[in-house]
């Protein structure tokens, strides 16, 4: 059975830093790609950033030179380091498995979906 769990989610102030992480069980993690998602209310969900198996990297336009996504495959973690965020970060953010190697940034790739962690940035 696939777990995902996420944590390291808060409220901080804009300009702020967190480092969200995903801790991943019962799934061949090294093999897919991973990613994650945020929604903010009365919004849709959209696509942050993913890593392939390959270790490419995708990042929405919006959290490019912002967002750091990474994966330590001892660990079966991925994380996201969240730099300079801005208010229109916030949001319930969300760790995702894909059944594909390869999947970007696109929901509808993915099969398996934590919880989420929530952040708040304030101005």
């Known amino acids: 059975q696939v777990q995902l769990v996420e944590s390291g989610g808060g409220s901080v102030q804009a300009g702020g830093s967190l480092r969200l992480s995903c801790a991943v069980s019962g799934y061949t993690y090294s093999r897919y790609c991973m990613g994650w998602f945020r929604q903010a209310p009365g919004k849709e969900r959209e696509g942050v950033a993913s890593?392939?198996?390959?270790?490419?990297?995708t990042y929405a336009d919006s959290v490019k030179g912002r967002f750091t996504i990474s994966k330590v495959n001892a660990e079966n973690t991925l994380y996201l380091q969240m730099n300079s965020l801005k208010p229109e970060d916030t949001a319930m953010y969300y760790c995702?498995?894909?059944?594909?190697?390869?999947?970007?940034?696109?929901?509808?790739?993915?099969?398996?979906w934590g919880q989420g962690t929530q952040v708040t940035v304030s101005s």
């Open positions: 890593i392939d198996s390959d270790g490419r990297l």
């Open positions: 995702a498995a894909s059944a594909f190697p390869v999947a970007g940034i696109k929901s509808l790739f993915y099969n398996y």
